[in-house]
Nanobody, 126 residues
């Protein structure tokens, strides 16, 4: 079992930055691929970014086209934490952001993740 708790959300002006954190419980954090998803009101949950587990020589990361070049996913296995650095934020980035843990490297589908956090709200004002 893995429990995930997100933090770092808030209200920011367009062009600003936020860093989301996702703290994981459990000793096997390093063996999970981690992902970030978001869900805006009235919309389906969508993929944002993913990072592979530490068993690979180098981490594999992938991003949705809408956030490439602006968002960076990273992980610190010593702290059991995954981060999402969000720069150049836009009003369309407003959503509840969720982190997730799964066994499939590079997964972009929500159904490929086994564990989910409760979400943290990000609001970007214009």
């Amino acid at each position: 079992q893995v429990q995930l708790v997100e933090s770092g959300g808030g209200l920011v002006q367009a062009g600003g930055s936020l860093r989301l954190s996702c703290a994981a419980s459990g000793r096997t954090f390093s063996s999970y691929a981690m992902g970030w998803f978001r869900q805006a009101p009235g919309k389906e949950r969508e993929f944002v970014a993913t990072i592979s587990w530490s068993g690979l020589r180098t981490y594999y990361a992938d991003y949705a086209d809408s956030v490439k070049g602006r968002f960076t996913i990273s992980r610190d296995n010593a702290k059991n934490t995954v981060y999402l650095q969000m720069n150049s934020l836009k009003p369309e980035d407003t959503a509840v952001y969720y982190c997730a843990a799964g066994r499939v490297a590079g997964a972009e589908g929500a159904d490929e993740y086994d564990y989910w956090g409760q979400g943290t709200q990000v609001t970007v004002s214009s």
